[in-house]
């Protein structure tokens, strides 16, 4: 399994970025999507995840209302459509996968991951 993210960048406060998950190399269409970030000397936390077989998905309380993950399962790809953007939001942004059917964001349940991409929002 591999995952490719890209799409992070600079935002000013109330901007929008959309972040982009390339997933290769599954079995099977049974497993879950997530998006996790880590900002400077905290840990890493869960976001946002979606399911490949049916499409449903979680959110975090801290972005729900701000942020939508979808996918293209013809382009094998997950976004992160992040709006209203906060200072707060600032972090490496990761995909991960984890095989299964159960929308779970602890990172102790992915078991593959991407690189991470920078998200920057200045205030």
């Known amino acids: 399994v591999q995952l490719q993210a890209s799409g992070g960048g600079l935002v000013q406060a109330g901007g929008s970025l959309r972040l982009s998950c390339v997933a290769s190399?599954?079995?099977?269409?049974?497993?879950?999507i997530g998006w996790f970030r880590q900002a400077p000397g905290k840990e890493r936390d869960g976001v946002s995840c979606i399911s490949r077989s049916d499409g449903s998905t979680y959110y975090d309380g801290s972005v729900k209302g701000r942020f939508t993950i979808s996918s293209d399962n013809a382009k094998n790809t997950v976004y992160l459509q992040m709006n209203s953007l906060k200072p707060e939001d600032t972090a490496v942004y990761y995909c991960a996968a984890r095989n299964g059917p159960l929308l779970r964001v602890e990172v102790e349940v992915y078991e593959y991951w991407g690189q991470g991409t920078q998200v920057t929002v200045s205030s």
């Open positions: 190399g599954f079995s099977s269409d049974d497993y879950i």
